[in-house]
């Protein structure tokens, strides 16, 4: 051959992972293992650093994130002060409220203190300890207990405020006393504590302040109603003053449900006093 032919070999490219040694892949495994293990202790330790300390006295909250003062103590901005207990007050043990409460017969003033509930002549101390009431036959003016002045023909009612008593059966409050009410004759008292204080008797009726008698006229039956004469007309019969005149029905129409008076049939309208058809 008159040239020497060159012969070049070309050998298949490798990744580059592949052309590491098996020395410094791992080397770079143990680097990126410490790397992430040291951030996993660091990271809380970072995020603890931001908050705010836990001051004296205090505790982390059983939920949620944060603290709370121990019991006996009460937060102050960033802080935790010890509850102080006024004279006549004990202890509660809780965390929350004031963390103290007034002996019964004491009440909180200004949330600083506790004063004694005075019970004025005449009252009694509530079961609370708190508060006070007047007893049977006094009533509360202002901060005293003043001694109920029953009048004759009263007794005392269980109400806590007015007068305190009321008027006998047969009789009605005026002013300060109880007066008898007059009852006309063929009346009755009917025991309600308003309107008027009788009614009249079956077959009479109030005229005026009296029970005048009910006259009951032709076709017409005796009615107890209060409101009324004391009669009302039959069926077909329309009252006119004291009478019940004959209703005149005319053509086209009905009596109505009362009976006392008429009304146009279905598709006829009343006019002038006739039930015309409704074009």
Known sequence: ???????????????????????????????????????????PA????????TPENASAKRYGEGWECNIGFRRDEDTCNAVVVPANAYETNRTYGLGWECLHGYRADDNTSCVEVIVPDGGFLDPSGKRWHCSRGYLKVDDICQEIALPA????????????????????????????????????????NYGRPWTCERGFFEQDGEC????????????????????????????????????????????????????????????????????
């Not at 070049?8 to 293992?33: F, M």
């Not at 970072?46 to 300390?53: E, G, K, Y």
């Not at 009605?172 to 007059?182: F, K, N, Q, R, Y």
Request: charged letters at 20%; hydrophobic letters at 40%; aromatic letters at 10%.
């Open 153 to 192: 023909n009263a007794y005392l009612s269980v109400a806590s405020y007015r007068s305190g008593w009321r008027c006998e059966r047969g009789f009605e409050v005026s002013g300060d006393l109880c007066t008898a009410i007059v009852v006309p004759e063929n009346a009755f008292l009917n025991g309600v």
């Open 212 to 279: 005048a008698a009910v006259v009951i006229p032709m076709h017409a039956y005796f009615d107890e109603s209060t409101y009324s004469a004391g009669w009302r007309c039959e069926r077909g019969y329309a009252a006119s003053d004291k009478d019940c005149e004959a209703i005149d029905i005319p053509a086209n129409a009905h009596l109505d449900r009362s009976g006392n008076r008429w009304e146009c049939d279905r598709n006829f309208q009343n006019s002038k006093g006739q039930c015309v058809l409704d074009d």
């Open 46 to 53: 970072i995020a603890q650093s931001s908050a705010p300390p």
């Open 1 to 43: 051959m008159d040239h020497d032919v060159g012969v070049k070999l070309q050998l298949p490219s490798v990744p580059y992972r592949a052309r590491l040694s098996s020395g410094v892949q791992t080397a770079l495994t143990y680097v990126l293992s410490s790397a992430c293990a040291l951030f996993l202790v660091v990271a």
